[in-house]
């Protein structure tokens, strides 16, 4: 063999390695339905424009749901499962239990898509399609989803309970958890942005207004004109389920106000706060995207991207599940 033969066979190797495409059968790219399904970017963006119209909230919700699927297994789906057989669903984590919603919206999709073209769309695309178009519908920003995901046999409940950041989390926690998925701090800021849509409840975030550290006194890194609001509808006791935005300037509106309030001491959850307070690099962070919305946009779409590639299944590993909440039966 030629040396510049042998040099093009080694680095083709290397690159192949790399992309982790080896063996498996493929990797992810937005034209995967576009013989087989054409009609599904489609399809799945009119459900959820439906589902938004009916209630703003449920586009921060479906964004949600691609978060706490990535983060388990990878970008599989695993989420969706219900209990059943040996599976112990995902839903029942701590993350999860009484908060993540949605389903309902991913299963109208998926019996829109079996009805149009049976078993050839995972719920995992589904979930990262919901995501994409749940947030250019709050009004941020459009990307390409890179598809052909598969669905798991499987779920991880307590994968789920050790990979998904408490909201109490330092900021320690939050950039090794993030690092495990092979996302830097750039990324976890970014995508914490998110919670510039969305609502949360009382009981994650109580101990910011009462008991920040153990001595009955609250998180000082929290604007206490604020506090005070909060725990007007927040008591020391009861009230759990109480909702509240995450971003209370604009709930609803994808924008860079979350970044804004995080400067201002007004972040809700710890680990919104501590992305300003704890770290030098975090904080530079967060300060460019609250000057700059179209930086943040940017970053936001790109990180977005690289969470929706956390260890999918393609090829033949896994399977196109038929209903999302339970594994196929063969
Ligand atoms: C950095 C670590 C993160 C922590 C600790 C965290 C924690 C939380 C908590 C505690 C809530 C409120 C849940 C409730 O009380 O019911 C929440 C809501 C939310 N989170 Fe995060 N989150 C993080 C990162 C992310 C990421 C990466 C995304 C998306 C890419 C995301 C998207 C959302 C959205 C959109 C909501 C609002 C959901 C709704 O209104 O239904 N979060 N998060």
């Not at 909060?230 to 709930?251: A, E, K």
């Not at 501590?274 to 936001?300: C, D, G, P």
Request: aromatic share 8%; net charge positive.
């Amino acid at each position: 063999m030629g040396a510049t033969l042998k040099a093009f066979v080694i680095l083709s190797v290397m690159l192949w390695g790399i992309c982790g495409c080896f063996g498996h059968g493929g990797y992810l790219y937005p034209q995967f339905y576009d013989k087989s399904c054409p009609k599904a970017p489609e399809i799945v963006k009119s459900v959820v424009a439906k589902a938004v119209a009916r209630e703003a909230r449920m586009a921060a919700s479906l964004l949600r749901l691609h978060f706490h699927d990535c983060f388990v297994k990878g970008c599989d789906a695993s989420l969706l499962l219900d209990s059943s057989g040996s599976i112990i669903s995902e839903k029942r984590s701590n993350a999860n239990r009484n908060s993540a919603r949605g389903f309902e919206v991913i299963d109208e999709i998926k019996s829109a898509l079996e009805k149009e073209c049976p078993l050839t769309v995972s719920c995992a695309d589904i979930l990262a399609l919901a995501a994409r178009d749940s947030t250019v519908l709050a009004g941020g920003p459009h990307w390409e989803v890179p598809l052909g995901r598969r669905d798991s046999r499987g779920a991880s409940l307590s994968g789920s309970n050790r990979n998904i950041p408490a909201p109490n989390s330092t900021i320690q926690t939050l950039i090794t958890k993030f690092k495990l998925q092979g996302l830097d701090t750039v990324d976890l800021v970014a995508l914490s942005g998110s919670h510039t849509i969305g609502q949360s409840r009382c009981t994650s975030f109580r101990q910011r207004l009462y008991n920040q550290t153990g001595n009955g006194r609250p998180d000082l890194t929290l604007d206490q004109g604020y506090a005070a609001q909060l725990r007007t509808r927040c008591p020391r006791s009861g009230g759990d389920s109480n909702l509240f935005p995450l971003d209370f300037v604009s709930p609803t509106v994808f924008d860079n106000w979350y970044f804004k309030n995080i400067v201002a001491s007004k972040g809700l959850l710890n680990s919104d706060q501590v992305l300003f307070t704890r770290s030098e690099k975090t904080m530079e962070i967060v300060e460019l995207y609250a000057k700059n919305n179209q930086l943040f946009i940017q970053h936001f779409a790109n990180s977005m991207v690289k969470m929706g590639n956390i260890s999918p299944l393609t090829g033949s590993r896994g399977e196109v599940r038929k209903n999302c909440r339970r594994i196929n039966s063969s």
